[in-house]
């Protein structure tokens, strides 16, 4: 079971400069909001900043890096669904842009 | 560590409570029934009851397993005289398994009044025996766990539901039986769920009830996904079954039961809670007591709940230990909550320090501890109709 349940397991390899967010798998490309990220906020990750594109509320999923439309939104390290439009890094995830695969 | 004592059954099984139970065998004698057990104010002598007239196998086979779990201790059976349920056969096999019962005939006792006197005999006839029940050395591989969700977020599926499946897999390495649900809320892991199979027929068996479940909601025009879910973050049905999975912990799966179904093995089992046959049953699940129910009814001792929108329920039969997803929600309902996994996300704690503070409270569970909703007196129960092919599969 390869899920890394614990943020503090990550402090090893991920910069948590904001504390509004939670990346749950080195593999996700999605993380959650813990509070309400507003846009312009940035969140420093290993792998670069990203910059809040829009109002995240809180326990919704915004994007970590890049998606192309068809491609699979991976949470828990998990495929969760196909994403339906591009996706740029900041955007907020929801039914607008991810539908499920069942 | 404690060492847990347990009520000694005749058939060897150990209790962690001992109650008496005052059984309603059809609507018509609900009032009758809660007005004994009013009479004793006394959380260890418990009402419930089943509602419907009309004769179930499946309500029938649950309410026989309730009676005889090994948290009861004794049981007043009270009949209106004219419901389906069959009453003798019901307190012959409660008899049969040790405990005194007695049974309350309404239509043959005068009716309400004097039923209400005649129940009160009943109960203070068998309390000393249901007292001086053995208490004897209960280790951990005679324990049986049961976790479900209710109100969840998108914070279970990182806090509580994780922290939940560590403690599973320390208990099932102790020896423990587990017991996780709802093949509906994990339509979209079976075949996460299929890889953790011990052989290839429970692999079978878990993807045939998770298609079932899927084909049951898609019939019923609504899943388990709700509205409040989808305000909380959670987008796809996918999302929210991996949320409630984690719950399972990592160990392999030793087979899927039935509600009502007790394993004979040690190990992590899959309950299958949505009727076999025609979608004619309603909901597979009216409400999370009625899981609870069906969890208890297999043998659970006790219950892990997973909340995050926060749930203030109990049980009657068995202690249910809340687990709280979030911090807001834990701190407006912190007297309902026994468990705060919301420290997770503020990095005070991890899923492994969680881990630790559930076993600690299941053995202190076990010792007597009352839970939250013991304390508030929450002692709900819920059974109604169902359906299932007789299992023939019995591990």
Known sequence: MPLVNSRIKYTTDMDFINEGFFLIHKKDNVAIALNTLKKNDFINLQTGRVIIQQDIQMGHKFAVKDINEGDKIIKYGYFIGIATDSITAGMHVHFHNLKSDY | MKQIQGYLREDGTKGIRNVILVVYLVECAHHVARKIVDNFDDPNIQLIGFSGCAPNNYASEIMKNICTHSNVGGVVLVSLGCENMDRNGLHDEIIKSGRPAELLVIQENKGTSNSILQGIEFVKAIQ??????????????????????????????????????????????????????????????????????????????????????????????????????????????EEKSLGSYFKSGSSKINGVIQPGEMPCHKGLYLMDVVPDGDVKWGFPNINDNAEIIELISSGC??????????????????PV?????????????????????GKILNQESSTDDLCEEIKELVYNVCCGERTKSEALRHQEFVLSYKYFNKSDCKY
């Open chain 2, 128 to 237: 000393p025996e249901v007292e001086k029940v053995k208490k004897v050395e209960m280790h951990s591989d005679e324990i049986i766990l049961g976790t479900i969700c209710g109100g969840s977020d998108s914070f279970s599926g990182i806090t509580a539901n994780p922290s939940i499946g560590k403690a599973f897999d320390y208990f099932l390495k102790q020896g423990s039986i587990c017991i996780f649900e709802e093949p509906g809320e994990l339509i979209g892991c079976e075949n996460l769920l299929a890889e953790r199979a011990i052989n290839n027929e429970v692999a079978k068996q878990i993807e045939r009830i998770i298609k079932k479940a899927d084909n049951y909601y898609k019939q019923m025009g609504k899943d388990s996904f709700s509205e409040g879910n989808a305000t909380g973050g959670i987008t796809t049905i």
């Open chain 2, 301 to 318: 001792h006790l219950i892990l709940f997973s909340t995050g929108r926060g749930s203030v329920v109990g049980s009657a039969i068995s």
């Open chain 2, 321 to 341: 230990i809340k687990i709280c997803s979030n911090e807001i929600t834990y701190n407006k309902m912190e007297e309902d909550m026994d468990l705060n996994a």
